[in-house]
């Protein structure tokens, strides 16, 4: 599934938040409890953002 891909690769990159937080998600996703699913998916949504902006500002230094 893809929250274990998610999980995998954050870990493999040093992102722990991001692992963690998917890997709460892969885990409630087969009880199919939408109310906690959701907020937990919201979480990962903005840890992405997080770690998008690391790297927009990451690959922007140097390029003056």
Known sequence: AITHELRGAAANV???PMSELAG????MVPGGNWSEIEPQAA????EFDRIDGFVARYAQRGKV
């Open 14 to 16: 040093g992102a722990s």
């Open 24 to 27: 709460r998600l892969e885990n």
């Open 43 to 46: 979480l990962v949504d903005r």
